[in-house]
């Protein structure tokens, strides 16, 4: 015998498997017949590996395959073209960015920019939401003066000589008319 | 040395850009590759699945493999630390020993005690070291030799049988324990 007990009892595993070559194994099996050691390592290693493995079904062995290959060329092209994963949803993401962005749009408070920039301007547009609760009665007459005194409507040299509008203010219906009167005479004989 | 030529031929196909070489490889290994993996975890949605991720991860670092040991036990040791991962990652509370022990496998009084003795060995198993366990289940289930047991777990053939026999005196003392015998 070439190989000694020890040598023996390591090749045990193997032997058990059936993945000793044949000369091998055809010493393990003499060996056996005389050690009852081994054959009772043996019969424990038999043991042991008496033990069931559930079958994942023969639809897992025959997909394995071509799903690891499928994995592994996608995982390529992903590594090849990194910005891939977002080229593929990107009629998604504008989906979402055309979405989002109407959203904004409708959600913006549009207003006319203020042709005055003024802060005492009070934009007639805004009006209905203007707080006058801090007017009182004495700001009108005020307002009132200053539109008498606006240059736009009088010369600046002379206007508070030309306050003839008072003087027609006072005028009664009478002296209206007659004063019409006269006017209209004037343009007919050409003055 | 012809399966381990064969397998170098797959490897450089598939290398060469024959992506269709990988099935040849992944048929001839899954099934080892499951048992192993399976042993490890005794789930078998956790087995399917880190089957696949073995196999995924050996085609993806295939260029690291240097035809220096088998392509068999580089990818075993791939799977030995895919598994590994998942279990430091996931670690399961103590398995339940009702499916292998009290088990609803009606059958005679010695099927049952047989049924019982399996399920002790098992739970022995899961409960053993890390290295001894590994070294159980490459050198008695899968029948791997010392030399080939050393490079999956990535040591000396020294330390792999001293973790062998640890683990299987360790599940000797199980059995003699519960008051079991080896059948002879």
């Not at chain 2, 339940?96 to 049952?112: A, N, R, V, Y």
Request: net charge negative; hydrophobic share 35%.
């Amino acid at each position: 015998m070439r190989s000694g007990h020890e040598e023996i009892m390591e090749l045990l595993p193997e032997y058990l498997k059936g993945s000793l070559p044949g000369e091998l194994g055809k010493e393990v099996q003499a060996h056996l017949e005389g050690c009852e050691e081994c054959r009772n390592e043996v019969s424990f290693l038999r043991e042991i590996v008496d033990s069931e493995v559930p079958d994942p079904g023969d639809l897992f062995w025959q997909s394995l395959a071509w799903r690891v290959r499928l994995t592994v060329e996608e995982k390529k092209k992903e590594e090849k073209f990194p910005l891939g994963f977002l080229v593929r949803r990107l009629p998604v993401g504008a989906a979402i960015a055309v979405a989002l962005l109407l959203t904004l749009i409708s959600l913006y408070p549009f207003k006319d920019k203020a042709l005055v920039q003024d802060p005492f301007f009070k934009d007639p547009l805004t009006a209905s939401v203007s707080d006058y609760s801090d007017t009182s009665e004495k700001d009108i007459p005020l307002i009132a003066e200053e539109i008498t005194v606006d240059e736009s409507y009088l010369p600046r040299e002379n206007y508070k000589d030309l306050s003839y509008h008072k003087e027609f203010a006072s005028l009664s219906s009478g002296e209206m008319e007659s004063l019409y009167e006269a006017l209209k005479g004037d343009e007919q004989s050409g003055g | 040395m012809k399966q381990m030529d064969e397998d170098i031929q797959f490897v450089e196909r598939y290398l060469d850009g024959d992506t269709e070489a990988v099935d040849a490889l992944v048929v001839k290994y899954q099934k080892r590759i499951y048992t192993i993996v399976y042993r490890m975890t005794r789930d078998v949605e956790d087995a399917k699945d880190l089957t696949q991720k073995t196999f995924i991860r050996a085609i993806e670092g295939i260029k690291g493999f240097r035809k220096e040991s088998s392509f068999k036990t580089w990818i075993y040791r791939i799977a030995i630390n895919t598994s590994l991962t998942h279990l430091k990652g996931n670690r399961h509370g103590e398995r339940e020993l009702d499916e292998s022990i009290m088990g609803s496998h009606p059958g005679t009084l010695s099927t049952i005690i047989e049924n019982e003795k399996r399920g002790f060995i098992r739970k022995g198993l899961d409960e053993l070291p890390e290295r001894q366990r590994l070294a159980v289940i490459l050198r008695a289930y899968e029948g791997l030799s010392c030399s080939e047991t050393a490079q999956v777990m990535g040591c000396s053939e020294g330390a792999v049988k001293a973790h062998y026999h640890h683990g299987v005196k360790r599940l000797k003392e199980i059995v003699k324990e519960k008051g079991y015998e080896i059948r002879t």
